[in-house]
């Protein structure tokens, strides 16, 4: 398993905490810009069309993040805040005053950045420390020589593996290094699997997924989306310009499409396009669902993978 995944699923395990009796997401993932540097063959945002087909345009203001970083605040969250998503985020101009904000009004949570690492240097890995930041994950994709370079920077800085992360994504067999998925059925994940991975010939996928159950994803205009796979921002549950975060975690909309990936039933939108495996990780967050809306969880053992603890 990718060593981010293990960290991933560690921070889902072990910030699984309750509000109002209900428990709470431990991962806020944030799409903060609408631009990438690269155009990876297997990624949706190498369509030069994808962001204006998908209304995504702009940047994250500063004034909205706050706005979620007080939502956060009013429910006592120190879950995991990830910049990530549709794009890279460190085309965003004000990222270090970003990881500055999340410091200073959530003290107790933790703030990733993924990135190629294209706009990476080291006064930029310094100041976004000093900010605050508590992880940052750097795909390389060009060749062992980026990954001498970054290791170097890495050790320039003072920082720890559990601080920075190289991943290599640069393997010969054209696996990339990766688990791949279908981004919601935008590219063929088939063409790109590892080859010790089976293709995905059928679907809707018949099993449970627990994505919508530990984590939510933002987009840069304040949608809230129900995972970081749903590039086509075809299910919205809410905006937080209009309703609170936690009002958006507790809509009838979002536990409906739950009960159903409870029942491992995908035929929804837009789980039905989707081929992502789903429990690897949050299983404890999916039963802690369960008992909160009144549902045994014994009952759906059956649809429940042994992995994902």
Request: net charge positive.
């Amino acid at each position: 398993m990718d060593l981010s995944v293990k960290n991933k699923a560690k921070v889902v395990r072990d910030t699984l905490t309750y509000f109002d009796d209900f428990p709470v997401f431990s991962i806020v993932e944030l799409n903060i810009t609408a631009a990438c540097t690269r155009s990876c063959v297997f990624c949706p945002a190498s369509d030069k069309d994808f962001y204006k087909k998908n209304h995504i345009k702009g940047k994250l203001k500063p004034s909205l993040y706050k706005k979620l970083l007080n939502d956060l605040k009013s429910i006592g969250y120190h879950g995991r805040i990830i910049f990530s998503g549709f794009s890279e985020p460190l085309l965003h101009k004000n990222l270090q005053e970003l990881v500055g904000e999340t410091k200073a009004v959530l003290p107790a949570s933790s703030l990733e950045i993924i990135t190629n690492g294209d706009l990476l240097d080291f006064p930029m890995l310094d100041k976004l420390f000093q900010a605050g930041l508590k992880f940052i994950c750097v795909s390389l994709y060009d060749g062992e020589h980026q990954f001498e370079h970054f290791n170097k920077m890495k050790t320039k800085a003072g920082l720890s593996d559990s601080q920075m992360m190289l991943r290599r994504r640069y393997y010969q067999d054209g696996d990339y290094g990766l688990i791949i998925s279908n981004r919601g059925g935008l590219v063929d994940s088939n063409q790109y699997r590892d080859k010790n991975e089976s293709s995905i010939e059928t679907l809707p996928l018949q099993r449970i997924c627990y994505y919508p159950f530990y984590m939510i994803k933002m987009d840069l205009n304040g949608d809230m989306l129900i995972c970081s796979h749903d590039w086509q921002k075809r299910f919205v549950v809410g905006n937080i310009l209009k309703e609170s975060v936690w009002d958006i975690w507790k809509k009838k909309n979002l536990n409906s499409l739950k009960l159903s990936l409870a029942h491992a039933d995908r035929n929804i939108v837009p789980c039905n396009t989707c081929d992502v495996k789903g429990d690897v990780m949050g299983k404890d967050s999916f039963i802690a669902w369960c008992k909160a809306t009144g549902i045994n969880p014994d009952s759906l053992s059956r649809t429940c993978s042994a992995e994902g603890k």
